[in-house]
């Protein structure tokens, strides 16, 4: 393992431009030493299912940022309505498109992280989160919309926002679906060597 640094335990980059990524990892009392937002091509391959494409970023996202003699933590969050994966909302015709099919049915989210070692080892996990949106009236639809909170947000919502009072069932992890899978970063950085208590 590296000499520890100032802090007394591995450095650690977290290659994601999420602010929502970063104070999810304050939450476990980890302050990275470095932020690098990760460089790749997020286009689903054909006929990708949504758990394989999380997986796939999570790890690309990863091996993107160069590690030297850091560890290097990543994460990827899917919207997946049945084999569908949903894109992230960046106009508002695609997060009402995106709600209009999550309306009054479950879907799931699948939230991958990948946490690389400065020797090039990966170590990663998946959380899958089952939820249910309520049947939205075209009303409650308009003004989710005009609230904006949609804006980049894979599948068009938000849970940590508006979203949650839309949302009467949740199976899973709240964390992992607002990007960071509390539970399975903690197992991943302490078996990593990262003394988190
Ligand atoms: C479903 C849902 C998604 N999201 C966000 C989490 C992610 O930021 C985003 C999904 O896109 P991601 O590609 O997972 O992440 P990102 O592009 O925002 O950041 P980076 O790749 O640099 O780490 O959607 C929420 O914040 N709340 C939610 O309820």
Redesign the pocket.
Known sequence: MNAPSPSRRPRLVL????P??RELLARLGVEPDAIA??EID?TPHEGELPRAYAQR?ALE?ARAVAGDDAFVL??????AAGRRILP?AEDEATARRCLELLSGRRHR?MSAIALAAPDGSVRERLSETQLKFKRLSATELDAYIAGGEWL????G????GA?EALIPWIQGSHSA???LPLYETRALLKAAGFSLG
Not at 74 to 79: K, L, M, Q, R
Not at 152 to 155: D, E, L, S, V
């Open positions: 290659a994601s431009a999420s929502r990524r937002p990760p997020e970023m996202k990543a994460g990827d969050t899917v919207v992230k989210v980049g947000k894979a599948g919502y938000a849970i940590q979203a679906v607002v990007g």
